[in-house]
């Protein structure tokens, strides 16, 4: 009876430590990739919408002022971001909706999550708007000398001081500063490709910092409807050929058509004067077909801008087609 019940204990214990390990092997696993980039998305919008809010604050300060401090406004949105989701530990709003998390991660990894996410970008964000406002791009040491005092003696001595390596160094930084930002995005696009193969890390940072996003709750099944998909997709099919399509349509002169097919006479109108631009007396009078009279340059004008369109003009006061214009001699 002992052995049996130290069996069957021991059976239990192999168990569920095999249900522990099981579960730990599931919670291990690396998000899906498509949870992933949809979490970093809706984080992106997120962040779009508090600095949409928060330009509506500053929209009756002074029009230069969020040129000026827009690194310090995003840097301040994304570190409150940062301390009340990654820094406790906690999800963000995308990776909530996503069911995904951070394995847990330390104390140094997060202050050096902050520094390189939210810390860099806004030393390079300070830095190029302070080179594009004081136009480092066009900036040249000869000009700074020729605003200078043109003493020979300042101008010895700075030519003594000024080697290869300083010469122009404002420009010198700038094209720096855009290399390694081009070099960047170089390596975060060789990242993306690992990572759509792969599925590991989605960008640099976490990369670099080796962190990646699970599954908080394993157990829940993804569910996907696509019958909003499909619908924006049909939605966005169809405004994309109307907008190809609208702009090759003359509707000017489908009404002209429109006219001459149900075309109903009016009774005449009596205008003194031009018919167009109601000038009295008309200046240079001629005769239309319709019996109507304009100046010459009004009535010409718009024939000649109706046969370029392949349109028949119709006469403003009696809606008839003039067919021909001739000079009009008063007795």
Not at 69 to 80: A, G, L, R, W
Not at 175 to 192: A, D, E, P, T
Not at 278 to 294: E, R
Request: include cysteine; glycine fraction near 2%.
């Amino acid at each position: 009876m002992l052995d049996q019940k130290q069996q069957s204990a021991s059976s239990q214990v192999l168990n569920n430590n095999n249900n522990k390990s099981n579960y730990t092997t599931q919670s291990i696993e690396s998000a899906k990739r498509v949870n992933q980039l949809d979490a970093e998305d809706l984080d992106l919008e997120l962040i779009n919408l508090l600095i949409y809010q928060v330009r509506k604050i500053f929209k009756f300060f002074k029009h230069d002022f969020l040129l000026r401090y827009k690194p310090e406004i995003y840097m301040c949105i994304h570190s409150v971001i940062f301390r009340y989701t990654i820094y406790n530990n906690k999800q963000s709003a995308g990776n909530q909706l996503q069911n995904i998390q951070f394995i847990k991660l330390k104390k140094r990894q997060k202050i050096l999550y902050w520094c390189l996410f939210v810390g860099i970008r806004y030393i390079y964000q300070r830095l190029s708007l302070y080179m594009t406002l004081n136009d480092w791009s066009n900036h040249n040491d000869d000009d700074d000398d020729a605003n200078l005092s043109s003493s020979l003696e300042n101008k010895k001595k700075k030519k003594k001081f000024k080697t290869f390596l300083f010469k122009n160094w404002k420009n010198k930084v700038y094209k720096l500063v855009n290399k390694i930002y081009k070099i960047y995005h170089y390596i975060n696009v060789l990242n993306f490709c690992h990572f759509l193969v792969y599925g590991d890390y989605r960008n640099i940072i976490e990369r670099i910092l080796k962190i990646k996003l699970i599954y908080k709750n394993s157990q829940i099944n993804r569910q996907i409807s696509f019958e909003f998909l499909t619908q924006q997709l049909l939605w966005h099919g169809i405004s994309e050929f109307f907008l190809f399509l609208l702009p090759l349509i003359n509707f000017k002169r489908i009404l002209y058509y429109i006219k001459d097919i149900f075309y109903m006479p009016h009774t005449l109108k009596q205008v003194n004067g031009c018919g167009i631009c109601l000038q009295d007396p008309i200046n240079t009078p001629y005769i239309a077909s319709c019996k109507h009279i304009f100046c010459y340059y009004c009535i010409k004008s718009n024939k000649m801008n109706s046969k370029e369109q392949n349109i028949n003009y119709h006469c403003p006061q009696c809606d008839r087609i003039i067919y021909d214009i001739k000079p009009y001699h008063t007795l």
